[in-house]
Protein backbone atom coordinates (compact mmCIF):
# COMPACT_ATOMS: atom_id res chain seq x y z
CA UNK A 1 0.00 0.00 0.00
CA UNK A 2 1.55 3.27 -1.12
CA UNK A 3 1.81 5.92 1.72
CA UNK A 4 -0.56 9.13 1.13
CA UNK A 5 0.17 12.54 3.35
CA UNK A 6 -3.58 13.96 4.04
CA UNK A 7 -4.21 17.32 4.51
CA UNK A 8 -7.18 18.46 6.89
CA UNK A 9 -9.69 21.35 5.84
CA UNK A 10 -9.79 23.81 8.16
CA UNK A 11 -12.44 26.60 7.80
CA UNK A 12 -10.90 30.20 9.76
CA UNK A 13 -13.94 32.06 10.07
CA UNK A 14 -14.28 35.71 11.27
CA UNK A 15 -10.02 36.28 11.38
CA UNK A 16 -7.90 39.44 10.67
CA UNK A 17 -5.37 40.05 8.64
CA UNK A 18 -2.54 41.10 10.76
CA UNK A 19 0.30 41.77 7.89
CA UNK A 20 1.78 40.12 4.92
CA UNK A 21 5.47 40.11 4.19
CA UNK A 22 7.86 38.31 1.74
CA UNK A 23 8.33 34.52 3.34
CA UNK A 24 12.01 33.47 3.95
CA UNK A 25 12.94 31.14 0.83
CA UNK A 26 14.28 27.57 2.27
CA UNK A 27 16.53 27.57 -0.81
CA UNK A 28 17.93 29.79 -3.75
CA UNK A 29 15.83 27.61 -5.65
CA UNK A 30 12.41 27.93 -3.89
CA UNK A 31 9.60 30.06 -5.34
CA UNK A 32 9.24 33.40 -4.22
CA UNK A 33 6.23 33.54 -1.49
CA UNK A 34 4.21 36.10 0.93
CA UNK A 35 3.24 34.71 4.50
CA UNK A 36 0.34 36.57 5.89
CA UNK A 37 -0.76 36.34 9.53
CA UNK A 38 -3.93 35.84 10.85
CA UNK A 39 -4.93 37.12 14.69
CA UNK A 40 -8.05 33.98 14.88
CA UNK A 41 -9.95 32.90 17.73
CA UNK A 42 -8.52 30.21 19.30
CA UNK A 43 -9.68 27.60 21.86
CA UNK A 44 -8.39 27.53 25.71
CA UNK A 45 -9.10 23.91 26.56
CA UNK A 46 -8.54 24.02 29.90
CA UNK A 47 -10.94 26.52 30.90
CA UNK A 48 -13.20 25.29 27.79
CA UNK A 49 -13.68 28.48 26.35
CA UNK A 50 -12.73 30.86 23.29
CA UNK A 51 -10.02 33.45 23.57
CA UNK A 52 -10.67 36.71 21.68
CA UNK A 53 -9.29 38.23 18.72
CA UNK A 54 -7.65 40.89 21.20
CA UNK A 55 -6.00 38.51 23.36
CA UNK A 56 -5.00 36.43 20.53
CA UNK A 57 -3.34 39.76 19.41
CA UNK A 58 -2.01 40.62 22.63
CA UNK A 59 -0.03 36.69 23.21
CA UNK A 60 0.92 36.79 19.49
CA UNK A 61 -1.01 33.74 18.60
CA UNK A 62 -1.14 33.89 15.11
CA UNK A 63 -2.03 31.35 12.09
CA UNK A 64 0.49 31.85 9.34
CA UNK A 65 0.21 30.86 5.79
CA UNK A 66 2.29 31.25 2.69
CA UNK A 67 0.53 32.18 -0.96
CA UNK A 68 2.37 32.35 -4.05
CA UNK A 69 3.17 35.53 -5.82
CA UNK A 70 0.54 35.15 -8.47
CA UNK A 71 -2.30 34.13 -5.63
CA UNK A 72 -1.40 37.04 -3.60
CA UNK A 73 -1.67 39.46 -6.38
CA UNK A 74 -5.24 38.12 -6.89
CA UNK A 75 -6.06 38.46 -3.27
CA UNK A 76 -5.10 42.29 -3.43
CA UNK A 77 -7.32 42.65 -6.39
CA UNK A 78 -9.89 41.09 -4.61
CA UNK A 79 -9.33 43.89 -1.45
CA UNK A 80 -7.35 42.31 1.08
CA UNK A 81 -5.36 44.36 3.04
CA UNK A 82 -4.21 44.36 6.61
CA UNK A 83 -7.05 44.48 8.81
CA UNK A 84 -9.36 43.43 6.54
CA UNK A 85 -11.50 40.35 8.14
CA UNK A 86 -11.84 37.13 6.22
CA UNK A 87 -13.27 33.93 5.77
CA UNK A 88 -10.60 31.64 4.58
CA UNK A 89 -10.47 27.92 4.10
CA UNK A 90 -6.86 26.40 4.44
CA UNK A 91 -5.52 22.85 4.47
CA UNK A 92 -3.62 21.96 7.78
CA UNK A 93 -1.04 19.33 8.67
CA UNK A 94 -0.75 18.74 12.55
CA UNK A 95 2.45 17.67 13.65
CA UNK A 96 4.22 16.79 16.95
CA UNK A 97 7.81 15.65 17.96
CA UNK A 98 7.46 12.28 19.98
CA UNK A 99 8.78 12.95 23.36
CA UNK A 100 8.37 16.36 23.52
CA UNK A 101 5.69 19.21 23.54
CA UNK A 102 6.93 20.75 20.37
CA UNK A 103 3.72 20.18 18.31
CA UNK A 104 1.46 22.93 15.76
CA UNK A 105 -0.02 23.27 12.95
CA UNK A 106 1.20 23.96 9.05
CA UNK A 107 -1.34 25.76 6.95
CA UNK A 108 -1.69 26.05 3.35
CA UNK A 109 -3.92 28.48 1.46
CA UNK A 110 -6.79 26.94 -0.46
CA UNK A 111 -9.15 29.30 -0.53
CA UNK A 112 -10.88 33.07 0.01
CA UNK A 113 -14.54 32.44 1.56
CA UNK A 114 -15.22 36.57 2.74
CA UNK A 115 -13.49 39.55 2.66
CA UNK A 116 -14.91 42.14 4.86
CA UNK A 117 -18.25 41.02 5.05
CA UNK A 118 -18.73 40.08 1.21
CA UNK A 119 -18.95 36.79 -0.31
CA UNK A 120 -15.83 35.99 -2.15
CA UNK A 121 -15.56 31.90 -2.80
CA UNK A 122 -11.95 32.38 -4.30
CA UNK A 123 -9.99 28.83 -4.66
CA UNK A 124 -6.92 27.71 -5.85
CA UNK A 125 -8.58 24.35 -6.25
CA UNK A 126 -11.41 23.38 -8.63
CA UNK A 127 -14.38 23.36 -6.94
CA UNK A 128 -17.49 20.94 -7.97
CA UNK A 129 -19.19 22.51 -11.20
CA UNK A 130 -16.70 24.46 -12.03
CA UNK A 131 -15.29 24.64 -15.22
CA UNK A 132 -11.80 25.48 -16.50
CA UNK A 133 -12.69 28.86 -17.94
CA UNK A 134 -14.40 29.78 -14.76
CA UNK A 135 -12.89 32.83 -13.27
CA UNK A 136 -9.61 32.01 -14.46
CA UNK A 137 -8.23 29.65 -12.68
CA UNK A 138 -7.59 26.55 -15.08
CA UNK A 139 -8.43 23.32 -14.42
CA UNK A 140 -7.10 21.07 -11.29
CA UNK A 141 -4.37 19.91 -12.58
CA UNK A 142 -2.56 22.83 -13.59
CA UNK A 143 -4.03 25.05 -10.98
CA UNK A 144 -3.94 22.95 -7.29
CA UNK A 145 -0.89 20.99 -8.46
CA UNK A 146 1.30 24.15 -9.13
CA UNK A 147 -0.07 25.77 -6.18
CA UNK A 148 -0.07 22.97 -3.73
CA UNK A 149 3.29 21.15 -5.22
CA UNK A 150 5.49 23.37 -3.99
CA UNK A 151 4.77 24.02 0.48
CA UNK A 152 7.17 23.29 2.76
CA UNK A 153 6.87 20.32 5.13
Known amino acids: MANVKHLDIV ?3 GCEVIDACRAEKKSENSADKIQITLAARRWIASKDKLMSI ?6 EFYTKFKVTLPVWERLKLLGLRK ?3 CDFELASD ?3 QQGSNNSGSWYQFLGLRKLD ?3 VNYFIYQQPGQTDDDDGLGSWETQADSELAGVDT
Open 11 to 13: RID
Open 117 to 119: GRD
Open 94 to 96: GWT
Open 54 to 59: EHVKFF
Open 83 to 85: GSI
